[in-house]
T-cell receptor
Framework: RKEVEQDPGPFNVPEGATVAFNCTYS??????FFWYRQDCRKEPKLLMS???SGNEDGRFTAQLNRASQYISLLIRDSKLSDSATYLC???????????FGKGTLLTVNP | EAGVTQFPSHSVIEKGQTVTLRCDPI?????LYWYRRVMGKEIKFLLH????????ESGMPNNRFLAERTGGTYSTLKVQPAELEDSGVYFC????????????FGPGTRLTVT
């Protein structure tokens, strides 16, 4: 079983749509959780950290369920510029090495 | 503030040759990480430095890979001799001591071994 599993995608949505990404992780000792965004042939960039209480940043909402070992990302009112690969990322150890999911490609269409 | 930089951006070498990748972290970031993404797979951790010390090299594939960070500034990752399966994108990342979970990635080096 992979340490971090994501929806395989790809997702194709129209502008203005709401889209949700799901992710599960296998290591119950995981401590920190993130969503990164990666544009084509670019480096991953931190989108947001994910907290147990859930957190929101503009059109983006992240949720964490530790009991189910489940993480989600909701994007409301999708923009063309949201088109990218979304990476679910978990840190499980004290040295903060990151474990990545394979990513889910999102394409927002006009 | 300058971000993480990596050199070269692309490298094409033949099997059996040696390649050295370089990473310059964000100034003041003591933590430096190397990751790799091979085609069709997820990004995977290779190793972690705190200043000049290797904290975790559990992700290094084998002894053909050697990473150094002399003086605790830039880091190099040498592959010798390169094999076909070493092809991929090698990312370097850095983070501040206090916020190690949030890492800043460089643009990567795309390595092709033919």
């Amino acid at each position: 079983r992979k340490e971090v599993e994501q929806d395989p995608g790809p997702f194709n949505v129209p502008e203005g749509a709401t889209v949700a990404f799901n992710c599960t992780y296998s290591n119950s000792a995981s401590q920190s959780f993130f969503w990164y965004r990666q544009d084509c042939r670019k480096e991953p960039k931190l989108l947001m950290s994910v907290y147990s209480s859930g957190n929101e940043d503009g059109r983006f909402t992240a949720q964490l369920n530790r009991a189910s070992q489940y993480i989600s990302l909701l994007i409301r009112d999708s923009k063309l510029s949201d088109s990218a690969t979304y990476l679910c990322v978990v840190n499980s150890g004290s040295n903060y090495k990151l474990t990545f999911g394979k990513g889910t490609l999102l394409t927002v269409n006009p | 503030e300058a971000g993480v930089t990596q050199f070269p951006s692309h490298s094409v070498i033949e099997k059996g040759q040696t390649v050295t990748l370089r990473c310059d972290p964000i100034s003041g970031h003591d933590n430096l990480y190397w990751y790799r993404r091979v085609m069709g797979k997820e990004i995977k951790f290779l190793l972690h430095f705190v200043k000049e010390s290797k904290q975790d090299e559990s992700g290094m594939p084998n002894n053909r890979f050697l990473a150094e960070r002399t003086g605790g500034t830039y880091s190099t990752l040498k592959v010798q001799p390169a094999e076909l399966e070493d092809s991929g994108v090698y990312f370097c990342a850095s983070s501040q001591v206090a916020r190690r979970g949030e890492q800043y990635f460089g643009p990567g080096t795309r390595l092709t071994v033919t």
